[in-house]
């Protein structure tokens, strides 16, 4: 297998590409890489080849592995890339520097209250049903502008949106549909793109790609 140094040199590659080919500037985009799953052993490579921002899932793995690498590497920013429960608001705000998976007003109320509780105002994305797949989680595209609404008068500093198209099927329609959304509402970040198709991304607006598999090889 090849080394995980090699594998983030060509992802980055692959995402330089896309940005030339888009005509836009390689720092525009941010690769988090999304370590859900893997041991911090799997991990450290990545930091060592100098990543510094990561991804995870769920609160309480990444509470058992962040911490110790953080004391190393305390530079690092992590990421909230999946479905966050209310009861574990606090917890996310206290671990992650950002969080993609804002999706209903009962998160909105209970990000608020850990945020007006620590003092720690954490970026965050809205998650968009982008293929109304309501299993997935994600805010209707009917119910966007009144859960931002919401955000914003809650003070949750809102900086995107994010989304995961359906599986099997052409992505770039949802990218569009995604960029143009955040666009109507005066919002920079769009969080979109995983290992399969972050160069489509890229070329449709892509601000953060999550990448994991092409990064850390398959997951178990
Ligand atoms: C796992 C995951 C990713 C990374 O997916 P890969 O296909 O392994 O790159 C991206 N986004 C979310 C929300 C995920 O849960």
Redesign the pocket.
Known sequence: MESAATRLDEVRERIAHACTVAGREVDEVTL?A?S?THPAEAIEPLLQAGQRVF?E?RVQEAQGKWPTLRERWPEVGLHL??TLQSNKAEDAVALFDCI??LDRPSLVAALARAMDKTGRRVPCFVQVDIGEEPQKGGCAIGDLAALLAQARDAQIPLVGL?C?PPLGIEPAPFFALLDKLAGDHGLAGRSMG???D?ETAIMLGATHV???????G??T
């Not at 999550?210 to 850390?216: K, P």
């Open positions: 988090v999304v859900k991804g899932n890339v999946g993609h998976s994010m995961v995983m290992s399969g972050f999550r990448v994991g598999t092409a990064l850390f398959a997951r």
